[in-house]
């Protein structure tokens, strides 16, 4: 009988013992996942290969302080080549993988797949910060850690007025003149023209016709010329990098005597590499730190880039980086709090998660951050850099919400 | 006779216990200090699939299906020899590096599926890279613009076009320089890490 309840215990040790390892085996399974769309290879790759890299290292991070309350997250990161029937493809296979939220990216992948997100509620957090997502009315589940394009460009042509305006020798003699050099056909380069007009109106601008300058262009003489009969004195550009250069550096060949204003996708470490002397003084949309400025949580970012992309020396990383890390950061956040909240449905992420958010500081030198139901707007606070000794300096942080309550709170929600 | 059986049965396991601990204990454990960096060097690349070159702009009206730019795409094969100098087994996470034609940026790559690499033993991965004609013609022509102007003396999709004929062609016998640049690898061992870089030209 004692032999018998020994060989019992027995088996009742080894049984506890494997099933704790079982156990111990699924828990170590359970991770919360993630999708992420990149460009690495198409036309925004000059940008969104910085881009990717910067989300890849913030999910080390995230994992590395917790995950999402101890559950580890599993990153599937793909590049779509800025393809969109390759968005839609990677997007249905995200959903067969069990993906709670999907990082974005590009204007064309987001428009297209918003009313798919919309439908089936799954956050989308992109780097397309066009004002046309912000309503939640519309496009509940289109997010981003970052100031509208909308409100960038109202902000950047105000931070001119306020700075660059009244050290005009034409100030208080005649109205300010505007002109704007952008892609027409690209949806990113026009979707802030609207609002930006709108801002010129508002503050007593002349306004110019606009000058069609594509994305490609790197002799964009014809364009400057045709802006010489204006005579300008700010020029709002809406593309991207290369034709900003293209555009400054025409500009100050031929002469035009005119200041520059440049959207945040125009405006980082590259170009004053491309533009050179032309990009002195040029005046741009910062949504979040340079990188190497001084924010809480750089050496974080500078650490997390040479650790795990140590052949790229930090000299050719940018801005884009901390995009990245501003939109992957703000989603760890919502997926924390909406775990502890109940669960990580889509709905749950979005209404216990995202719009608990209040003034939520990323440290990464951008806005606080806030959604609320009725608004997915995160800040009206904007900052405006200018180049000086081609560097960075920040000019005027420009706060529309407090400058103009009344619109900020409706008229300009969604456009 | 049954007591005696359940003693034999009582000392085998105690004996296979012993075996396996003292195996376990033969095995070195990784730490910090000991864990040396695995290399990784490129072994060779291949035309994985080919389809020559050729690019229709959405102007031209297809047989069956939807008009469009479309360029033709080239598959690459890139093959690593993965190399674990540790006298215990490692993990490789996660590679990626990025491909370049000449001095153009043209793709970046990563494998993110997972694989152990026994002690003292080399490993291959092969890692295929997909190009698009279409989306090259993009990169070219919005980041590499500069670039293309100053090798070639002219610009625009017409110059784009050209250069990217050329490569198309030009592959099956790799007749220009392909750079693997910016390449890391993410290794684990027994809750360490370790990122190692590497970068190759091809052919050498």
């Known amino acids: 009988m004692r032999s018998k309840n020994l060989w019992f215990k027995l088996f009742l040790l080894v049984s506890a013992v494997l099933l704790a390892a079982g156990l111990a085996g699924v828990a170590g399974a359970a991770s919360v996942k993630i999708g992420a769309l990149n460009d690495m290879t198409g036309a925004t790759s000059d940008v969104g290969k910085d881009y990717a890299l910067g989300i890849a290292e913030a999910i080390h991070y995230a994992n590395d302080n917790g995950g999402i309350n101890g559950k580890p997250i599993k990153l599937y990161q793909f590049d779509y080549g800025y393809r969109i029937p390759e968005a839609l493809t990677k997007y249905k296979l995200f959903?067969?993988?069990?993906?709670?939220?999907?990082?974005?990216?590009?204007?064309?992948?987001?428009?297209?797949?918003?009313?798919?997100?919309?439908?089936?509620?799954?956050?989308?957090?992109?780097?397309?910060?066009?004002?046309?997502?912000?309503?939640?009315?519309?496009?509940?589940?289109?997010?981003?850690?970052?100031?509208?394009?909308?409100?960038?460009?109202?902000?950047?042509?105000?931070?001119?007025?306020?700075?660059?305006?009244?050290?005009?020798?034409?100030?208080?003699?005649?109205?300010?003149?505007?002109?704007?050099a952008y892609m027409f056909a690209s949806p990113y380069s026009s979707a802030p023209i609207k609002?930006?007009?709108?801002?010129?109106?508002?503050?007593?601008?002349?306004?110019?016709?606009?000058?069609?300058?594509?994305?490609?262009?790197?002799?964009?003489?014809?364009?400057?010329?045709?802006?010489?009969?204006?005579?300008?004195?700010?020029?709002?550009?809406?593309?991207?990098?290369?034709?900003?250069?293209?555009?400054?550096?025409?500009?100050?060949?031929?002469?035009?005597?005119?200041?520059?204003?440049?959207?945040?996708?125009?405006?980082?470490?590259?170009?004053?590499?491309?533009?050179?002397?032309?990009?002195?003084?040029?005046?741009?949309?910062?949504?979040?730190?340079?990188?190497?400025?001084?924010?809480?949580?750089m050496a974080k970012v500078l650490a997390y880039g040479k650790k795990y992309n140590p052949g790229i020396p930090a000299a050719k990383?940018?801005?884009?980086?901390?995009?990245?890390?501003?939109?992957?950061?703000?989603?760890?956040?919502?997926?924390?709090?909406?775990?502890?909240?109940?669960?990580?449905?889509?709905?749950?992420?979005?209404?216990?998660?995202?719009?608990?958010?209040?003034?939520?500081?990323?440290?990464?030198?951008?806005a606080p951050v806030t959604y609320t139901a009725t608004d997915h707007r995160i800040s009206g606070k904007v900052p405006i850099y200018e180049v000086a000794n081609g560097k960075f300096k920040i000019v005027e942080v420009v706060d529309l919400q407090a400058r103009w309550p009344k619109k900020w709170a409706g008229a300009w929600l969604g456009w | 006779m049954h007591k005696t059986s359940k003693l034999l049965t009582c000392l085998a396991v105690a004996a296979a216990v012993a075996l396996l601990s003292g195996c376990a204990g033969m095995m070195t454990k990784p730490t910090q200090q000991n864990f040396k960096a695995p290399t990784v060097s490129l072994d060779s690349v291949e035309v994985a699939h080919y389809w020559g070159w050729w690019y229709f702009s959405k102007k031209v009206k297809p047989t069956v299906g939807t008009a469009g730019n479309y360029g033709a795409p080239l598959d690459l094969a890139f093959i690593f020899n993965v190399k674990n100098p540790n006298s215990y087994p490692v993990k490789m996470e996660e590679l990626k590096f990025t491909v370049a034609f000449e001095n153009f940026d043209l793709n970046t790559v990563s494998s993110t599926?997972?694989?152990?690499?026994?002690?003292?033993?080399?490993?291959q991965i092969r890692v295929?890279?997909?190009?698009?004609?279409?989306?090259?013609?993009?990169?070219?022509?919005?980041?590499?613009?500069?670039?293309?102007?100053?090798?070639?003396?002219?610009?625009?999709?017409?110059?784009?076009?050209?250069?990217?004929?050329?490569?198309?062609?030009?592959?099956?016998?790799?007749?220009?320089?392909?750079?693997?640049?910016?390449?890391?690898?993410?290794?684990?061992?027994?809750?360490?890490?370790?990122?190692?870089?590497?970068?190759?030209?091809?052919?050498?």
């Open chain 1, 95 to 180: 959903k067969r993988l069990k993906c709670v939220s999907v990082l974005g990216w590009g204007t064309g992948d987001t428009e297209a797949l918003s009313p798919t997100v919309t439908k089936e509620k799954m956050p989308y957090v992109s780097a397309s910060y066009s004002a046309h997502l912000t309503n939640p009315k519309k496009t509940p589940y289109n997010l981003f850690a970052a100031t509208d394009y909308s409100s960038n460009a109202r902000a950047a042509l105000t931070a001119w007025f306020d700075k660059k305006w009244p050290k005009n020798p034409a100030y208080g003699k005649r109205k300010p003149r505007f002109q704007c």
């Open chain 1, 195 to 297: 609002a930006i007009k709108d801002q010129a109106k508002l503050l007593g601008f002349d306004i110019g016709p606009d000058q069609d300058v594509s994305l490609f262009a790197i002799d964009t003489k014809s364009q400057v010329l045709a802006m010489k009969k204006f005579k300008p004195d700010v020029v709002w550009h809406g593309n991207t990098v290369m034709s900003v250069a293209a555009t400054l550096r025409d500009a100050y060949s031929l002469g035009l005597k005119a200041d520059h204003i440049i959207d945040n996708w125009g405006f980082d470490e590259n170009l004053p590499r491309l533009a050179g002397k032309a990009s002195e003084g040029a005046m741009g949309v910062g949504v979040c730190a340079f990188y190497g400025e001084k924010t809480p949580l």
């Open chain 2, 128 to 204: 295929h890279a997909m190009f698009d004609g279409r989306q090259s013609l993009l990169s070219l022509l919005v980041t590499g613009g500069f670039k293309l102007k100053a090798k070639t003396g002219k610009a625009g999709p017409g110059a784009a076009l050209k250069q990217l004929a050329t490569w198309w062609k030009k592959a099956p016998e790799f007749g220009f320089p392909i750079f693997v640049k910016e390449g890391s690898a993410v290794f684990k061992a027994d809750g360490l890490d370790k990122v190692v870089t590497f970068k190759a030209k091809f052919p050498e």
């Open chain 2, 113 to 123: 599926e997972t694989q152990w690499i026994p002690a003292g033993k080399t490993n």
């Open chain 1, 317 to 366: 990383r940018s801005v884009h980086t901390i995009q990245a890390w501003a939109n992957t950061l703000v989603l760890w956040e919502a997926l924390k709090r909406a775990d502890k909240a109940g669960g990580l449905s889509g709905e749950n992420i979005l209404k216990k998660g995202f719009e608990t958010m209040r003034k939520f500081d990323l440290g990464l030198g951008g």
